[in-house]
């Protein structure tokens, strides 16, 4: 049962950093390439960043030059560290990944940037 767990949210001022976590299992965490979303009140869920088996990272706009993804595959685990937050990244935080077509998803992780 394929199972992902964020954690690593919490309040910061705007400005400020925090650094995600997604523990991952009943995958094999190497192969799977992993990405991070959010959902802001009243919005519809969004596509933060990506990151491939190999490493290869991607980010939207809205993020790029202050989040960082990346992975460590002894831990089974992929980090978001976000610096320069702003309010308007308040939301909670999603793991994601896709498994034989089925997109898996985490419980979420609420962050919260004050101004």
């Known amino acids: 049962q394929v199972q992902l767990v964020e954690s690593g949210g919490g309040l910061v001022q705007a400005g400020g950093s925090l650094r995600l976590s997604c523990a991952a299992s009943?995958?094999?965490?190497?192969?799977?390439?992993m990405g991070w979303y959010r959902q802001a009140p009243g919005k519809q869920r969004e596509w933060v960043a990506a990151i491939t088996s190999g490493g290869y990272t991607d980010y939207a706009n809205s993020v790029k030059g202050r989040f960082t993804i990346s992975r460590d595959n002894a831990k089974n685990t992929v980090y978001l560290q976000m610096n320069s937050l702003k309010p308007e990244d308040t939301a909670v935080y999603y793991c994601?990944?896709?498994?034989?077509?089925?997109?898996?998803w985490g419980q979420g992780t609420q962050v919260t940037v004050s101004s």
């Open positions: 994601n990944t896709i498994v034989r077509t089925v997109e898996k």
């Open positions: 009943g995958i094999i965490f190497s192969i799977n390439a």
